[in-house]
């Protein structure tokens, strides 16, 4: 299995911050890769698809890259509906699996 | 309007069985891989299980351990979850999601999610 592992875990930002958050996989798997967002009690929320592809509708702030096995999440300009918890998955082979998911909070 | 329903969650004792449903509007269903997905009380999501369109590829989180089966009916337009044998570990939400073939298989619509508690 292809284990994701997001760093850092927790993440502390004031509004109007950039934020990066990194997913690193264990195996390569090229550019399968998609970022979530979820907020409390809510379903997920995809972002970025394939590695580095905005979802339609998801503000331009938000941007992906890497391929292989590095990957990075990047808010722009971090807006007070960002803080949330935000998860990257593979779906280069199955099991599908996720990474354990970075919460970035209020500064 | 585009959307997934699940239901069937509910409480159950450990060694019980349950069978959640995903009722999907809006889209043709029939031409969609399909996700279980579930998340723990104050844990991060997991991979359950997925169902290509036509049912001829399923697959399954290696921890299930064989006591969860995937099936859907494309007429009905539903998803199904059956699940067996739950242990107390199995509590969660359990959400139902499409995946996207052009989008790298990415998880695109989700539904609201059903909760499942496994108690004595």
């Known amino acids: 299995d292809i284990h994701m592992t997001q760093s850092p875990s927790f993440l502390s930002a004031s509004v109007g911050d950039r934020v990066s958050i990194s997913c690193r996989a264990s195996?390569?798997?090229?550019?399968?890769l998609n970022w979530y967002q979820q907020k409390p009690g809510k379903a997920p929320k995809l972002l970025i698809y394939?590695?580095?592809a905005l979802q339609s509708a998801v503000p331009s702030r938000f941007s992906g890259s890497g391929s292989g096995t590095d990957f990075t999440l990047t808010i722009s300009s971090l807006q007070s509906e960002d803080f949330a918890t935000y998860y990257c998955?593979?779906?280069?082979?199955?099991?599908?699996?996720f990474g354990q998911g970075t919460k970035v909070e209020i500064k | 309007e585009v959307q997934l329903v699940e239901s069937g969650g509910g409480l159950v004792k450990p060694g019980g069985s349950l069978r959640l449903s995903c009722a999907a509007s809006g889209f043709t269903f029939s031409v969609y891989s399909l996700n279980w997905v579930r998340q723990a009380p104050g844990k991060g999501l997991e991979w359950v299980s997925s169902?290509?369109?036509?049912?001829?590829?399923?697959f399954y989180a290696d921890s299930l351990r064989g006591r969860f089966t995937i099936s859907r009916d494309n007429a009905k337009k539903i998803l199904y979850l059956q699940m067996d044998r739950l242990r107390d570990e199995d509590t969660a939400v359990y959400f139902c999601a499409r995946a996207v073939p052009s989008a790298h298989d990415a998880l695109d619509l989700w539904g609201q999610g059903t909760p499942v508690t496994v108690s004595s």
């Open positions: 169902i290509s369109s036509s049912s001829d590829s399923i």
């Open positions: 394939a590695a580095s």
């Open positions: 195996q390569t798997i090229k550019t399968y």
């Open positions: 998955q593979q779906t280069y082979s199955n099991p599908r699996t």
